[in-house]
Each structure stands twice: as C-alpha cells, then as structure tokens.
C-alpha cells in the first residue's frame, strides 16, 4: 500500500511539474494579410496551430493526408476567419508533395509562414514508392522536398519564416549516413523503428540549421522545436500497433502526463509568428526558449554530407536547389 502511495505521489509532482514548466506564446501580434501552410494541420498540434494563426487573420491553409474539410470548417466556426482552406498532401509520395507545391506557387500570391509539422511512429516496416523508408520519408524527406518547392514564393514574401516539428527524441539518435534510409535488416538491431523515428526528429532539427544557415540574408528563417509529449491522435493511433503491454503503458503515461495539443503547440505558434524572434533563424526550441541542439549537429562537414545525401534522396534537381 505504502508503495501505491509513493508511485502517485510521484506521478502528481510530474504532471504538477509537468503544467508549471509549460510555456504560453502571449503574443499578440496580428497576422492580417499573412499566409501560412501547416502540414498535418487537420490534427493535433498542427490543428491547434491552424486555429490560432486563423483567429488572427490568417490565411490559413491545412496540408493533410487525411480529409481537410472537417478541420476547415471547425476552423472557421471557431474564429469566424473564412480565410482557411484545405490541400491534399500525402508525403509519403514525392509527386504529391510536388503537385502541392505547384499549386501553392501558381495560386498563392504570398507564403509567409511554412509549418512542417506532419509525422508518424508507426513500428510497422514499411518502404515507399519512392524507395525510401516510410518514417523517414514522412517526418523528414518530404518536408525537406517541399520546403526547397515552396522557398521563391516564400523569399518574395519576405520576411518569412519556417518552422520544424523535432522532438527531444531527437537528442537520443545514432543517425549515421547510412541510416538516412536504412536497409530492412536494420530493425532487428537493438534500434529498430525507434532508431529510424529518431533519427527522423534528428533530421527536423538538422533541416532547421541548415535552411537557417544556408538563407541568411534572405529574409527567410528556419527554426525547430520540441512540443514535449503531446496527447494527440496521431500518438494514440500509432501505439495501436504496439505490444499490449507497451500500449496500456504509454497510453497511460501519455495521459497523466501527456500534454493537450493545445500546449504543445504554443512554441510552434511562438516561432511562427512572435516578435521576439523574428531575427532568430537556425536554432533549436523548447518551452518558448533556445535550446542547445543534438551534438551530433555541430559537426559541420557531417550536416553537410547529410544535405547533400537529402538532395540525392529526394530527387532535387540543380536548379530547385534554392539555397
């Protein structure tokens, strides 16, 4: 009994712990005649993030896998913003992210704001049509692909800014080159898909440095972040696929100390739109706040390399190379 007590003693000073460190954005600056393009935005934190942006005169245009039409219209019966729209974005496959991009470019007169925020953790192995492991293609190939399509309309909107969905995960990868698309054999090594979903917030905050480095002087900035432990459907979907006893223990954990979407979006919103860090550009968040990024990252000629694989992976050509 006496072991009860302690396990939920400590379990409320964690989820006590767990509200009074979490970081509010307070901002209140308006986004009338901005546009902004949130993948996985009909869910989540993109979701909650789409909604906050629209409720300040966004433009607002959800990218989703999944049917838009639903998030669309809550959006706009919630913030009387009719400005919000839907697109379909599957990235898993390059041509649909290809057959965005081009439509964002041929419609959209402005992009101000790019979210890159969609992501799986499925366990389940599984290769794209494209080649490339699906995790990785999801959570980061795709995005890399179409942050490089969408960068001429977002350098003529001016100043600008991209933002990166990472994770602290991210600081527990071992991503060496090869892994960027790793072979099957792969996931019955000790790292298995997790190694693969890390490697993949790994390379979220790789891209966010990179971009920030390679577009000083642009008008462009690129940042990432970690929303901490969200309580999203996205989460509960993918520990379906886990082993019961794995399931009941993270679906638990992830609600006793899991945060809403709502807050683990507010550092996504702080860097998309916040004043106070306008001028910031290649760094990694948590909670609101600067955060030293993963060793890994300060090796230079090494997120060199991992550019240059993500260019050949994705299929750039030269001249979509923006940057």
Request: charged share 20%.
């Amino acid at each position: 009994m006496g072991a009860v007590i302690v396990a939920v003693a400590i379990l409320i000073s964690l989820y006590s712990l767990n509200k009074f460190l979490c970081f509010w954005c307070k901002s209140k600056v308006c986004l009338v005649g901005k546009t902004a393009l949130i993948t996985g935005g009909a869910s989540g934190i993109g979701y909650q993030t789409a909604l906050t942006l629209a409720s300040k005169g966004c433009r607002v245009i959800i990218a989703d896998v999944t049917d838009t039409k639903n998030a669309v219209q809550c959006t706009i019966e919630k913030t009387h913003n009719n400005n919000v729209i839907g697109k379909h974005l599957d990235l898993a496959l390059f041509k649909s992210v290809r057959d965005l991009a081009e439509n964002i470019n041929l419609t959209e007169p402005r992009l101000d704001i790019l979210i890159n925020n969609a992501g799986i953790g499925d366990v389940n192995i599984c290769y794209t049509e494209d080649g490339l492991e699906r995790t990785m293609q999801i959570n980061y190939f795709g995005h890399f692909l179409l942050t490089h399509l969408l960068l001429d309309l977002l350098k003529k909107s001016s100043p600008s800014r991209i933002v990166f969905t990472s994770s602290i995960i991210a600081y527990f990868s071992t991503l060496n080159l090869e892994q960027l698309n790793p072979k099957p054999e792969y996931f019955s090594s000790i790292y298995g898909i997790f190694g693969t979903y890390s490697a993949s917030k790994l390379m979220m905050a790789f891209a966010a440095k990179m971009f920030g480095k390679k577009l000083i002087g642009t008008g462009v900035t690129a940042n990432s972040f970690n929303p901490g432990g969200s309580r999203t459907n996205i989460f509960f979907k993918d520990i379906k696929s886990y082993r019961d006893v794995s399931k009941i223990f993270l679906g638990l954990l992830a609600w006793l100390l899991g945060k809403s979407a709502e807050e683990g979006a507010q550092t996504l919103i702080y860097l998309a739109h916040a004043d106070e860090v306008k001028d910031i550009t290649g760094k990694y968040f948590m909670e609101g706040k600067r955060f030293p990024a993963p060793v890994i990252l300060r090796n230079n000629e090494y997120c060199q390399e991992l550019w240059d694989r993500s260019v050949l992976y994705t299929k750039l050509e030269p001249h979509e190379v923006k940057c």
